[in-house]
């Protein structure tokens, strides 16, 4: 599963296909939806606040959590150069 926790607007502007929004204010209360023993690469847009998703994720039994280093930004320059950046 691809969880992508930033903001609606960001999602909007650019997103990996196949991700899922749920900002990360929206954590706390929502990770419940999250099966504990899915997997789940976390995305941000430079890699910081998926991190602390992933973190808390771990701390609240899940068990195969993945942060994606650099985010989306990363992502545009390295993989999809065809995707908007900002």
């Given at each position: ?9 960001e999602?909007?502007?650019c ?14 209360s929502r990770?419940g ?5 899915r997997?789940?690469?976390v995305i ?16 609240n039994?899940?068990t ?19 995707m908007?950046?900002?």
């Amino acid at each position: 599963m691809l969880l992508d926790v930033r903001q609606p607007w960001e999602f909007e502007c650019c997103r990996i296909e196949g991700a899922e929004l749920m900002p990360m204010a929206t954590l706390p209360s929502r990770h419940g939806e999250l099966d504990p023993n899915r997997e789940v690469v976390v995305i941000c847009h430079h890699g910081v606040r998926s991190y602390h998703a992933a973190r808390f994720l771990e701390h609240n039994g899940h068990t195969r959590v993945t942060n994606l280093t650099g985010g989306v930004d990363a992502w545009a320059k390295e993989v999809d150069a065809t995707m908007p950046t900002y």
